[in-house]
C-alpha cells in the first residue's frame, strides 16, 4: 500500500470516529430537547437555537472523508511502518488509552477541526461563553450513570496517560476561583493534532533540541556492530538502556541508527547539553517519551556527562538530573545513553536491563573508508592511506575537516579540495587544548636545510615513511593483532646542543604537515610527589586528540636513569619514571626525545624506542655545507666572504652558525659605509668573536688569522659611529 493511500485512510478512520462522536452529541441533544421545558430551551445557551442547532447536526458535509481525504502532511518516509494501520489507533495502542480516553481525545480534536462544534458545546453546557468541552461536558456525553461518571474521574488524574503524556491541557475558565474537576475545560495539545492530522515531524517544541537521525552508510566496523548487537536486543522482551561507550560521538549516533534500522524504527537525537537549559524539564521530559511513543523510535541521549553533578551548576540542575534517572528507568522501549567514559550502572533497575558497549576511535581502514565515501569523486588522485594514517580523526571529526576544506576550495574558485586542504583541515579540527600545555612551533625547515650523515638523513626519512605507511602495515598486514602496546612511534635524537635536533623534528612535522608541540618541561616537571604524573598524564591525554608530534626538548631531565633508592624522593623518581614508561607504550601517537648525552637516558627507554638516531658534532665538509645554508638566496653576500676558511678554522655546531648568519646580516644592515650594502667577512668575523663571547670561549688573534685586522677595524669604525672614541 502506498504512503499516500495510508494516510487517506488513516484520515478516513479518524473521520468516521468523529461522527460517531458527533452522533452521541446529537443524542444527548434529543435528551435535552425531551426533558427541557419550553421556556428554558428558548434561553438556552442565550442566543443558540435548536433550530440552529438540529440544522448544523444534519448537515451532510460535516467530517465527510471526501472533504479531507486529499490532505497529505507525511513524510516521504513510512517511518517504521506503523502508520499501515490508523494513527487514532496507534496513539490509543501506545499510550495505553480506555475506550472512555480516545473518545475524550475526540471530542477534544472536534472543534481543532470544525468550529461549529463549539457552538453545540456552548449550547450543551448552557452558556454561550464555555466554547470548549469540560469534563463535566466528557463525563455526561460518554458516561451514562453515576458510578461510570465516578470511575472515569481518574482518567483526569497526573499519572493517568490522558495527562502523563500530555495529550490534553487542562485549563480554568475562570482564573479568580478555584474551580473543581468538572469545571476546567481541555484542549486537544497541538503536537497530537498534527500526529493525528499526518504531521511526521517531532513536536515544534522539541525541535531545538531532538531531531529524527538521518541513515547514513556505515562503515563495516559499525556494520557488524550492530547487526551483532540486533540480534541481543532482538530476542528482549522488556525495555532496556544501551549505554554507548567512547569519544567518537558520530560513530556511536550511526551505530545505533543502524540498529534502530534493522529493528524497522526511525531513532531520536537528543542533544542533552541544549536541553539542561530547558525550562519546565518534566514537561519536555514528558513530550520527549510521547514523541518516542507515537514514532516508535528510540532515544538516543548525547553526552550523559552533561546530568552528571558539576561545580557551578545552576540550581535546578539537581532536580533536572533527578527526572532524568527516574525518566530513563521509566522510559519504554529501547533508549541510548551516549558517554565518553564508562559510568557506573546508575541506570539499572529490576525492569530496565542495561548493556554497555565501548567503541574505540575508528581504525586506520575505517577512516579511509570514511573518507573515500564522504568525499566521492573527489577522493580520486588523494593519499588517503596516509591522510588516516597521520590524523587519527573521529568520524565527526572527518565530516566537519572535508566541509572545511571545501571551504577553502571555494574560496579559491575551485570545486574539489586538494590534499593540502584536507591536510590544514585536519589540522585545524583536531584537538587543541594542547596549546595550554606545550608550545606549538611552526615548522619551516625542510630537508635542503639540514647537513647530517647520509646514514642519519636516512633514518630521518624512515621516521616519516612509518607514519605514513601505518594503516598498511597495522590493519591490512595484520601486525595490529600482533601488537598489543605500543603502536606509536618513538624517537630519540642524541647530541650536542646545536646539531640540529629541533631542525629535524620540524622537518619531520612538515614532511607530514603535521603540528609540533615543544613540551615545557618547567610547566611538568614538579618538586611536589605526584604533580609531575598528573602534569604527563595530561599531556598525553590532550595530544592523543590532537593529531600532533610532541617533542621533549632536554628529555634526559624527565627520562633520565632510574637509581639506587636511597630515600623517598628516590623511590618517588623511579615510580615516574616507570609510570613513564607505561604511557609511552601506550600512546599512539609520534613523540621526540631529545638529549645532549644519551648515557643519561634510562635502559629501558631506549628499548622501547623505534629509532635512536645520533647527531654528530659536524665534520670541516659538514660545517661548510651549514655555511652556505645559514644565508637566504636573497641575502647580499660581498666577494670577499671566505666561508671555507670558517668551516676549518672554526669548530662550532650548526646551532653557533645559524646565530653567527643571523648576526652578521644585521651588522651588515646598519653599515652606512658602502653604497651596496652585503654581508662581508668584516660582518661574519665581528657575529663569529660575540658567539664565541656568549658561550664563554676566548679566541686568540692567530684563530682570526688573516681576518683579524678586520675586527680590529670593524670595532675602530664602530666606536667612531657611536662617539666613543675621539675622530
Known amino acids: 500500500m502506498k504512503v499516500s493511500e495510508l494516510q487517506r485512510n488513516s484520515l478516513e478512520y479518524l473521520l468516521s470516529e468523529l461522527r460517531r462522536i458527533t452522533g452521541i452529541i446529537s443524542r444527548r441533544m434529543q435528551e435535552i430537547a425531551a426533558t427541557a421545558s419550553r421556556e428554558d430551551d428558548e434561553f438556552r445557551g442565550l442566543y443558540i437555537s435548536e433550530e440552529e442547532i438540529n440544522q448544523l447536526l444534519n448537515d451532510p458535509a460535516l467530517f465527510l472523508a471526501s472533504d479531507y481525504g486529499q490532505v497529505q502532511h507525511l513524510d516521504p518516509a513510512d517511518r517504521g511502518g506503523f502508520l499501515a494501520t490508523s494513527r487514532l489507533q496507534h496513539l490509543r495502542q501506545t499510550c495505553g488509552l480506555s475506550p472512555f480516553e480516545l473518545d475524550v481525545v475526540l471530542i477534544a480534536l472536534a472543534p481543532e477541526l470544525e468550529l461549529r462544534y463549539e457552538k453545540l458545546f456552548a449550547y450543551l453546557q448552557d452558556d454561550v461563553t464555555r466554547r470548549r468541552p469540560t469534563v463535566d461536558l466528557a463525563l455526561n456525553l460518554l458516561c451514562?450513570?453515576?458510578?461510570?461518571?465516578?470511575?472515569?474521574?481518574?482518567?483526569?488524574?497526573?499519572?493517568?496517560?490522558?495527562?502523563?503524556?500530555?495529550?490534553?491541557?487542562?485549563?480554568?475558565?475562570?482564573?479568580?476561583?478555584?474551580?473543581?474537576?468538572?469545571?476546567?475545560?481541555?484542549?486537544?495539545?497541538?503536537?497530537?493534532?498534527?500526529?493525528?492530522?499526518?504531521?511526521?515531524?517531532l513536536d515544534a517544541r522539541l525541535r531545538l533540541f531532538a531531531t529524527f537521525a538521518q541513515a547514513q552508510e556505515n562503515s563495516p566496523r559499525l556494520s557488524s556492530q550492530a547487526e551483532d548487537y540486533t540480534e541481543r536486543l532482538a530476542g528482549q522482551d522488556t525495555a532496556y538502556a544501551c549505554v554507548l561507550v567512547g569519544p567518537d560521538e558520530i560513530s556511536?549516533?550511526?551505530?545505533?541508527?543502524?540498529?534502530?534500522?534493522?529493528?524497522?524504527?526511525?531513532?531520536?537525537?537528543?542533544?542533552?547539553?541544549?536541553?539542561?537549559?530547558?525550562?519546565?524539564?518534566?514537561?519536555?521530559?514528558?513530550?520527549?517519551?510521547r514523541e518516542s511513543l507515537l514514532h516508535s523510535a528510540p532515544l538516543f541521549w548525547s553526552a550523559y556527562e552533561n546530568w552528571l553533578p558539576r561545580e557551578?551548576?545552576?540550581?535546578?540542575?539537581?532536580?533536572?538530573?533527578?527526572?532524568?534517572?527516574?525518566?530513563?528507568?521509566?522510559?519504554?522501549?529501547?533508549?541510548?545513553?551516549?558517554?565518553?567514559?564508562?559510568?557506573?550502572?546508575?541506570?539499572?533497575?529490576?525492569?530496565?536491563?542495561?548493556?554497555?558497549?565501548?567503541?574505540?576511535?575508528?581504525?586506520?581502514?575505517?577512516?579511509?573508508?570514511?573518507?573515500?565515501?564522504?568525499?566521492?569523486?573527489?577522493?580520486?588522485?588523494?593519499?588517503?592511506?596516509?591522510?588516516?594514517?597521520?590524523?587519527?580523526?573521529?568520524?565527526?571529526?572527518?565530516?566537519?575537516?572535508?566541509?572545511?576544506?571545501?571551504?577553502?576550495?571555494?574560496?579559491?574558485?575551485e570545486i574539489t579540495p586538494t590534499l593540502e586542504d584536507l591536510e590544514a583541515a585536519c589540522r585545524r579540527h583536531s584537538n587543541q587544548r594542547l596549546n595550554n600545555l606545550a608550545r606549538k612551533i611552526t615548522a619551516r625547515y625542510r630537508w635542503d636545510d639540514i647537513v647530517l650523515p647520509t646514514d642519519q638523513a636516512a633514518m630521518l626519512s624512515e621516521i616519516v615513511e612509518q607514519v605514513r605507511h601505518r594503516a598498511m602495515v597495522y590493519e591490512k598486514w595484520?601486525?595490529?593483532?600482533?601488537?598489543?602496546?605500543?603502536?606509536?612511534?618513538?624517537?630519540?635524537?642524541?647530541?650536542?646542543?646545536?646539531t640540529?635536533?629541533?631542525?629535524?623534528?620540524?622537518?619531520?612535522?612538515?614532511?607530514?604537515?603535521?603540528?609540533?608541540?615543544?613540551?615545557?618541561?618547567?610547566?611538568?616537571?614538579?618538586?611536589?610527589?605526584?604533580?609531575?604524573?598528573?602534569?604527563?598524564?595530561?599531556?598525553?591525554?590532550?595530544?592523543?586528540?590532537?593529531?600532533?608530534?610532541?617533542?621533549f626538548d632536554e628529555a634526559d631531565s624527565i627520562f633520565g636513569k632510574r637509581s639506587e633508592v636511597k630515600d623517598?624522593?628516590?623511590?618517588?623518581?623511579?615510580?615516574?619514571?616507570?609510570?613513564?614508561?607505561?604511557?609511552?607504550?601506550?600512546?599512539?601517537?609520534?613523540?621526540?626525545l631529545a638529549t645532549n648525552l644519551r648515557k643519561n637516558l634510562d635502559d629501558a627507554f631506549i628499548r622501547r624506542m623505534h629509532f635512536m638516531i645520533e647527531f654528530p658534532f659536524p665534520e670541516e665538509d659538514d660545517r661548510y655545507q651549514i655555511w652556505r645554508r645559514a644565508f637566504p638566496d636573497e641575502t647580499p653576500i660581498a666577494a670577499d666572504v671566505d666561508l671555507r676558511f670558517m668551516a676549518h678554522q672554526f669548530k662550532i655546531a650548526g646551532g653557533n652558525i645559524k646565530n653567527i648568519?643571523?648576526?652578521?646580516?644585521?651588522?651588515?644592515?646598519?653599515?652606512?659605509?658602502?653604497?651596496?650594502?652585503?654581508?662581508?667577512?668584516?660582518?661574519?668575523?665581528?657575529?663569529?668573536?660575540?658567539?664565541?663571547?656568549?658561550?664563554?670561549?676566548?679566541?686568540?688573534?692567530s684563530e682570526f688569522g688573516p681576518y683579524y685586522q678586520l675586527v680590529k677595524l670593524t670595532e675602530f669604525k664602530a666606536s667612531r659611529l657611536n662617539g666613543s672614541m675621539p675622530k
Open 661 to 701: 648568519g643571523l648576526a652578521s646580516a644585521f651588522l651588515a644592515a646598519a653599515d652606512f659605509s658602502e653604497e651596496t650594502q652585503q654581508v662581508a667577512m668584516r660582518h661574519i668575523i665581528r657575529a663569529t668573536r660575540r658567539e664565541f663571547q656568549k658561550i664563554g670561549k676566548l679566541v686568540t688573534e
Open 478 to 498: 595484520g601486525y595490529d593483532r600482533k601488537i598489543s602496546l605500543g603502536k606509536g612511534l618513538n624517537a630519540v635524537f642524541a647530541g650536542q646542543s646545536g
Open 568 to 592: 623517598a624522593h628516590d623511590r618517588y623518581a623511579n615510580i615516574e619514571t616507570g609510570y613513564l614508561l607505561q604511557k609511552m607504550e601506550e600512546y599512539e601517537g609520534i613523540v621526540i
Open 312 to 413: 557551578g551548576e545552576p540550581a535546578n540542575a539537581a532536580e533536572f538530573r533527578r527526572l532524568f534517572a527516574r525518566f530513563l528507568t521509566e522510559e519504554a522501549g529501547v533508549s541510548f545513553v551516549s558517554a565518553v567514559q564508562a559510568l557506573p550502572p546508575l541506570l539499572i533497575s529490576p525492569i530496565r536491563p542495561e548493556f554497555q558497549l565501548a567503541l574505540d576511535l575508528p581504525g586506520y581502514r575505517e577512516r579511509q573508508h570514511l573518507w573515500e565515501m564522504q568525499l566521492g569523486q573527489a577522493a580520486l588522485g588523494l593519499d588517503l592511506e596516509g591522510l588516516s594514517s597521520r590524523f587519527r580523526l573521529n568520524s565527526g571529526q572527518i565530516l566537519a575537516a572535508i566541509v572545511t576544506a571545501r571551504h577553502a576550495a571555494t574560496w579559491r574558485g
Open 252 to 289: 556511536k549516533q550511526n551505530l545505533a541508527v543502524e540498529v534502530c534500522r534493522r529493528l524497522q524504527q526511525p531513532l531520536i537525537i537528543v542533544d542533552t547539553a541544549l536541553l539542561a537549559g530547558q525550562n519546565r524539564p518534566e514537561t519536555l521530559l514528558r513530550l520527549l517519551e
Open 144 to 201: 451514562p450513570g453515576l458510578a461510570g461518571q465516578l470511575a472515569a474521574r481518574r482518567c483526569f488524574d497526573p499519572d493517568a496517560p490522558l495527562l502523563r503524556y500530555r495529550l490534553l491541557e487542562l485549563s480554568e475558565e475562570n482564573q479568580s476561583k478555584q474551580p473543581g474537576l468538572l469545571s476546567r475545560s481541555f484542549k486537544l495539545d497541538e503536537g497530537i493534532i498534527a500526529f493525528l492530522l499526518g504531521e511526521a515531524r
Open 500 to 551: 640540529g635536533k629541533t631542525m629535524a623534528a620540524e622537518i619531520i612535522a612538515g614532511e607530514l604537515r603535521m603540528d609540533l608541540y615543544k613540551i615545557d618541561l618547567s610547566n611538568v616537571v614538579s618538586k611536589y610527589i605526584g604533580e609531575t604524573e598528573k602534569n604527563l598524564e595530561r599531556i598525553f591525554t590532550e595530544a592523543g586528540e590532537s593529531n600532533a608530534i610532541l617533542f
